[in-house]
């Protein structure tokens, strides 16, 4: 946005009418000066179905606003700049009107829901908010002016500043892995004990000597049995439930180590599934009553309406579904936008660190809520291999699981919703933009 | 043998309606159901692309959404 062509006057101007024909670049700056910079000012009008011709005709005749219609465009083929001073614009086929912030003003119209008059056309009326992107939070807006404070303030204060406040994890604790020891597992006394954790990947190797006599429950999704061929699911799950103390001279990989393990094979041996099998996999540990839901699977794909139901579904019932942001960027030329079900509002969406507490590369951004160990991280993996050292988000995702059954543990208050807010509560703050680690590293209790 | 063009769905509910009635009066509507979530009230199912906005009518239907595939790569894969 190098170019600008609003004068600060005219700025002022769509501050008080945010118009139907203002420029984007125009009502973004009335917001920021409104000082509610999500909204645009304007209000949109959602007519009762089948109810819109009589909707616009009470707009124009009882409000006695000027109102425009898509219907006036060629191949309703809106074009704002336009509209001159119309008051609104009627969307016929969708039912819907926007109208400009001055006309709604002086007609006292306030969001609404026009449920208890039964004559009126109008089902709503609801604040226009602006739109981002590619599954960019608006709330991002704000943090991308935090992050570019933060850089100004670490380029004030020297280079030197961030790895000193980042340093400090090279210190290895002897016998656990680098990751564990950065989520400050080690001391914490917690073990998962009576949390169940579902973890829904490629499934599991049952009989892995350093999980014998623990507790399991498993259903497979996909068609083949829960026994896992391809490695992913025993490794995220291995991190999340693994052992306190692994004989010989394995260090420690697993989190909650007295957890319930629930195992949902939702993608086949060659780790590929659809969103059906995910689905149910997500509403099998839901029905469960599992407390965290561990996912370290995603698709490039927009918000799906399906997997925020499903995570409000987990809220509702005490559940909170983790899920890796993805691995789809190549830093520090490109950011990939977080996957779903990640980029879910109601899911918890998980970015990668590395042993210096720096972002991992490939690590996706923009939706990223919390961060966790992703590179190089050594967990348990089908036999006869017993044991492998792998990278990704999908390693970063089961850090943050183990910790939230730890967390859910120390308290019967800490589920769903309020266990994320502690999550996000006791991360360690990163010198990082939080559209890559959202609050920062997870921290166990 | 005639092909006839069906297509993976996810159909989310508004939790507005008890499940199993969408569920049902969304087979009227043409959707071959496969699974009916109820924890989470998602039904899944095939159907003709052309009857999606059909679907979408149904009293208690939040969203109709085409299904798509999820692959996390092969266990050699640098970066899981």
Known sequence: ?445 | MAKKTTQPMIVTLSGKRAVHEVARDLKAAGLKVEQVLEATGIVTGSADPKSADKLRKVRGVADVSADHPVDIGPPDADVQ
């Open chain 1, 1 to 445: 946005m190098a170019k600008r062509r609003t004068s600060p006057a005219r700025a002022r101007g769509a501050a008080a009418a945010a118009g139907v024909s203002a420029t984007t670049d125009e009502l973004l700056l009335a917001a920021l000066e409104a000082g509610d910079p999500a909204k645009t000012g304007r209000m949109l009008v959602t007519f009762k179905e089948g109810a819109g011709a009589a909707a616009a005709k009470s707009l124009k005749t009882k409000s006695g606003m000027r109102m425009a219609s898509a219907a006036d465009f060629e191949d309703h083929k809106v074009d704002f700049s336009a509209m001159g001073d119309a008051d609104g614009v009627v969307f016929p086929e969708i039912g819907v009107a926007l109208v400009s912030g001055g006309a709604a003003a002086a007609r006292g119209m306030t969001a609404a829901v026009a449920a208890d008059d039964a004559d009126s056309p109008i089902h709503s009326v609801d604040p226009e908010y602006f739109m981002f992107a590619a599954d960019v939070d608006p709330s991002d807006y704000l943090k991308g002016f935090l992050a570019a404070a933060r850089t100004i303030s670490s380029d004030l204060h020297g280079a030197g500043a961030i790895a000193e406040a980042i340093g400090d994890v090279g210190a290895q604790v002897a016998g656990v892995t680098w990751g564990l020891a950065a989520c400050r597992v080690p001391p914490s006394t917690r073990d998962g004990n009576g949390i169940k954790v579902a973890v829904l990947d490629t499934g599991f190797d049952l009989g892995h000597p350093e999980f014998v006599g623990r507790s399991f429950t498993t259903n497979t999704f996909v068609g083949q049995p829960v026994q896992d061929l391809h490695g992913h699911g025993t490794h995220t799950a291995g991190t999340a439930t693994g052992p306190k103390a692994p004989a010989g001279p394995i260090e420690r990989y697993g989190i909650a180590f007295r957890s319930k393990i629930f195992i949902g094979k939702v993608l086949t041996n060659s780790g590929s599934g659809t969103q059906a099998q995910i689905l149910a996999g997500m509403n099998w540990a839901i029905a469960n009553r599992c407390q965290v839901i561990s996912m370290s699977l995603g698709a490039p794909v927009a918000v799906q309406p399906s997997y925020t139901a499903a995570g409000s579904a987990a809220l509702a019932s005490g559940c909170l579904i983790i899920a890796a942001a993805g691995n789809a960027s190549n830093r520090p030329g490109f950011i990939a936008p977080a996957l779903a079900p990640a980029n879910s509002p109601t899911i918890v969406s998980v970015g990668a660190l590395d042993s210096a507490l720096r972002v991992a590369n490939f690590s996706c951004g923009g939706k990223v809520d919390i961060a966790g160990p992703g590179v190089n991280i050594f967990s348990s993996w089908p036999r006869p291999t017993l044991h492998n050292t792998i990278s990704g988000t999908s390693m970063a995702t089961p850090h943050v699981a183990g910790c939230a059954a730890l967390w859910a543990q120390t308290s019967a208050a800490l589920r769903g919703a309020a266990l994320r807010a502690k999550l996000i509560a006791t991360a360690r703050h990163l010198p990082l933009p939080p559209t890559d680690v959202g609050a920062g590293l997870v921290q166990a209790p």
